[in-house]
């Protein structure tokens, strides 16, 4: 028995501190600059309505990075506003394929892989957790969340029920419609593919309130949804 048990941990255990070894890390970006400050309604930029921002702060050091915009309430009704047009039947979001929502999904998903360098060293400044865990974890299970709910866009559905009578009974499951999500600061890109993930793949849209002790890579990501012509 355990015999059994080491020849099984072993192996994992390897291939684990393979995937975490500094050979296979690239260098941090030592340099990196936050790009993207403002608030995202509706594939734009913008500055809160009320012209507020606040600071985040470098928790290694205690310096501020830079000043972010402070949403308020007016600003969480523009971006309601949009997220309902952008809802409503007929929109480009609406009749889109749900096979192509998935398609879309893993465009996001490769490019986070691509600006993964970029990111992972933005999470550690904004974050404070080593580079090390911000590249293979943060970043990588990101991916990994977003191409897991890529797959499931076209394989929600409903079923078709027997009942007794001359009578035809189904299910159908159907996007709610606008979903409020609010993610925390100790896993900021995982979190939001979280909620991204699946809101989107179900076809739902989406007004998002990121940490304000983290918001930097959420920012970034909204940019990069705009890459791949994702927001409406």
Same mark, same amino acid.
């Given at each position: 028995?355990?015999?059994?048990v080491?020849?099984v941990q072993g192996?994992f255990l390897?291939?684990?501190?393979?995937?975490?070894?500094t050979?296979?890390?690239?260098?941090?970006?030592?340099?990196?600059?936050?790009?993207?400050?403002k608030i995202?309604?509706?594939?734009?930029?913008?500055?809160?309505?009320?012209?507020?921002?606040?600071p985040t702060?470098?928790?290694s050091?205690?310096?501020?990075?830079c000043?972010v915009a402070?949403?308020?309430?007016?600003?969480?009704?523009l971006?309601?506003k949009?997220?309902?047009?952008?809802?409503k039947?007929?929109?480009?979001?609406?009749?889109?394929d749900?096979?192509?929502?998935?398609?879309l $999904?893993?465009r996001?998903?490769? @490019?986070?892989?691509?600006?993964?360098?970029? %990111? =992972?060293?933005?999470? +550690?400044?904004?974050n404070?957790?080593?580079?090390q865990?911000?590249y293979?974890?943060?970043v990588?299970?990101?991916?990994?969340?977003?191409?897991?709910?890529?797959?499931w866009?076209?394989?929600?559905?409903g079923?078709?029920?027997?009942?007794?009578?001359?009578h035809?009974?189904?299910?159908?499951?159907?996007?709610?419609?606008?979903c409020?999500q609010?993610?925390?600061w100790n896993?900021p890109?995982?979190?939001?593919?979280?909620?991204l993930g699946p809101?989107?793949a179900?076809?739902?849209?989406?007004?998002?309130? $990121?940490?304000e002790?983290?918001? @930097?890579?959420?920012l970034?990501?909204?940019? %990069? =949804?705009?890459?791949? +012509?994702?927001?409406?």
């Amino acid at each position: 028995m355990l015999r059994v048990v080491k020849h099984v941990q072993g192996p994992f255990l390897l291939r684990n501190a393979a995937c975490l070894s500094t050979a296979a890390l690239p260098l941090p970006k030592t340099d990196v600059q936050p790009h993207f400050k403002k608030i995202f309604i509706n594939n734009e930029w913008h500055d809160a309505v009320s012209g507020k921002t606040f600071p985040t702060i470098n928790p290694s050091t205690g310096e501020k990075i830079c000043d972010v915009a402070e949403g308020g309430k007016p600003d969480i009704d523009l971006a309601v506003k949009a997220a309902r047009d952008a809802f409503k039947l007929g929109s480009p979001w609406r009749i889109m394929d749900a096979s192509e929502r998935g398609v879309l $999904l893993n465009r996001l998903a490769d @490019l986070i892989e691509r600006d993964r360098v970029y %990111l =992972a060293s933005l999470e +550690t400044l904004d974050n404070g957790k080593p580079y090390q865990m911000s590249y293979f974890a943060d970043v990588a299970l990101t991916v990994k969340c977003l191409r897991y709910y890529a797959g499931w866009a076209d394989k929600i559905q409903g079923k078709v029920i027997p009942i007794e009578g001359n009578h035809l009974c189904w299910t159908r499951h159907e996007p709610v419609g606008v979903c409020g999500q609010i993610i925390p600061w100790n896993f900021p890109l995982l979190m939001q593919a979280w909620k991204l993930g699946p809101a989107l793949a179900a076809g739902n849209t989406i007004v998002m309130k $990121l940490a304000e002790q983290t918001p @930097l890579t959420g920012l970034y990501v909204a940019q %990069l =949804a705009v890459e791949v +012509t994702y927001c409406t």
